[in-house]
């Protein structure tokens, strides 16, 4: 090992970067220095600038492939080899905004129907019809859900989803023998992907209970106060 490598990975070490990084950032100016074929110590500015271009135009690289190599050399030069760097003459590669693909309804309703089970099915329309975070949705516990108006609707989307009654035949079977919450009675509303109907066995269930357990509350205060 070289008296310059020592010294960045020292330097690296030091403020407890990440091992990835700490390869990446020694792979970065091994490269540097052996594209010219001499030691990094005694390349400077022009030689960055020149390097940054190859990187461009022969290598074909993304722009946070090159922004990742500079970092490493401005790491390099500032921390290693305690020299200046100006940023006006070695910029950062302006980073290119992807526009995200958009799924038509059709699409949609064709990853819907494409789940294996009706677990997956409910977890991909949780996901359209609620815009939520694949990593929230995964945090999701299973239980009876409320009735709620749903912006993915299938009347609003026009997308062909499966029957709720599959839906919540499946959730009953899934759901835990005590649910987190007791489903509120409401005015029958729009179906929606997620809807479920009023008088499904689990929510009799659940709502049986509720009753059965405000009754006993309601003897035992009747008998503390005779």
């Known amino acids: ?64 492939s090159v922004t990742q190599r500079l970092a490493a050399l401005r790491f390099f030069f500032i921390k290693t080899l305690k020299r200046s760097w100006s940023v006006a003459e070695t910029p950062y590669p302006k980073k290119v905004q992807h526009l995200p693909a958009v799924l038509s309804q059709e699409e949609v309703s064709q990853l819907i129907n494409a789940a294996p089970t009706p677990f997956y099915r409910i977890l991909l329309m949780t996901l359209y019809a609620t815009g939520a975070r694949r990593a929230e949705v995964a945090r999701l516990k299973v239980s009876i859900p409320q009735q709620t108006s749903s912006k993915g ?64 509350a309601r003897v035992r205060k009747r008998q503390k106060k005779t």
Not at 189 to 208: C, H, I, N, W, Y
């Open 153 to 216: 609707t299938s009347g609003e989307s026009g997308v062909a989803l499966p029957r709720r009654e599959s839906n919540s035949a499946h959730w009953h079977y899934a759901a835990p023998k005590k649910a987190s919450f007791i489903p509120r009675a409401r005015k029958p509303t729009k179906a929606g992907p997620l809807d479920f109907p009023e008088r499904s066995p689990g929510v009799l269930m659940l709502r049986k209970e509720s009753r059965d357990r405000n009754a006993a």
């Open 1 to 64: 090992m070289t008296r310059l490598r020592q010294l960045m990975l020292e330097e690296l070490e030091r403020r407890n970067y990440a091992q990835t990084t700490i390869e990446g950032y020694i792979h970065a100016v091994e490269e540097f220095a052996c594209y010219f074929h001499r030691s990094p110590d005694r390349l400077g500015p022009q030689h960055i600038r020149e390097y940054q271009a190859y990187l461009f135009r022969q290598r074909k690289l993304a722009p946070s």
